[in-house]
Structures are given as structure tokens and as C-alpha cells.
């Protein structure tokens, strides 16, 4: 998720040339609390607190809001429930890069599928189309 808010507030308060401790002192807000939102750590302030701020760096509220609606949406949000729980985990990253060098060297879902079934049928493994992997086959050890 974006962080506009955060890296506006960061923006304007470097700009100045001021410490975390000098805006805190400004707003009224804690330093902890004006670096969580920098970071990104806690996401959406209150409407109060954007106020405190806007009102300490003297800029109108609505300098925050302008990068408001830029905000990326999640890029995931369109996929199915069970993809995005497939894709956020960590032993998934060798598959997407499989999948990304297969959509790279043109490789349809056909041929794949065809791959797949021939594969199972078969004693022998050769590498998925579109792979660079030139080892020669392997006798299967299934059962």
C-alpha cells in the first residue's frame, strides 16, 4: 500500500529543515507518532492530527489530500482470494518466476497443459517448454 500521506508529511518537514523533535514541539504530537506516519507504520491519521500538522508546516489541508486520490490501489485486488493468499506467501516466488519466464518466451497455457499431461504419462522428464534447461533427461523415480 502507498504512503502518500507519510512521504508528503516527510516532504514538507525536510523542506524546512526540520528535526522530527521541532515538528512534534509545532503540532503537539508525539515524535513517535509523526514517525509512524512517516514511515508509513501507521497509515491513516485522523482527520485531527492532519490538522495539527497542516496547521504546524502552515499548509492548507488540502496539501495532503492532493496525493490522496494517486494512492496505487492494491494490484492484487482484481485476483481471486485463493491467488492473492498463493502469491503473498514466501515459498511462491519460484513459481511466479516460472510462470514470468514462461509468459516471456511465449509459452501458451496449451502448450503447458500438454506438457503436463505428456509429463505425467511419461517415464522420462524433459523441461518445461520455453526453459533454458539443457540437462539431459532423468530417468523418473516415481513409484
Known amino acids: 500500500m502507498s504512503n502518500a500521506f507519510g512521504v508528503k508529511l516527510k516532504q514538507l518537514r525536510t523542506e524546512r529543515g526540520w528535526t522530527l523533535e521541532q ?3 509545532r503540532s503537539g504530537l508525539s515524535i513517535s507518532h509523526i514517525s509512524s506516519l512517516e514511515r508509513g ?3 491513516k491519521p485522523s482527520f485531527q492530527v492532519a490538522v495539527r500538522l497542516a496547521r504546524a508546516l502552515e499548509v492548507p489541508l488540502a496539501t495532503f489530500l492532493e496525493d490522496a486520490g494517486k494512492e496505487e490501489s ?3 485486488e482484481h485476483l481471486p482470494p485463493e491467488i492473492r493468499e498463493f502469491v503473498s ?9 516460472l510462470a514470468k519466464r514462461l509468459q516471456e ?6 502448450e503447458m497443459e500438454r506438457w503436463l499431461r505428456d509429463e505425467r504419462s511419461s517415464p522420462e522428464h524433459d523441461p518445461p517448454p520455453g526453459s533454458s534447461d539443457d540437462k539431459p533427461r532423468r530417468k523418473s523415480t516415481r513409484i
Open 41 to 43: 507504520t501507521r497509515m
Open 74 to 76: 492494491d494490484p492484487l
Open 105 to 110: 518466451a511465449h509459452v501458451s497455457l496449451q
Open 23 to 25: 515538528l512534534s514541539a
Open 89 to 97: 506467501r514466501e515459498d511462491a516466488t519460484p513459481y511466479l518466476y
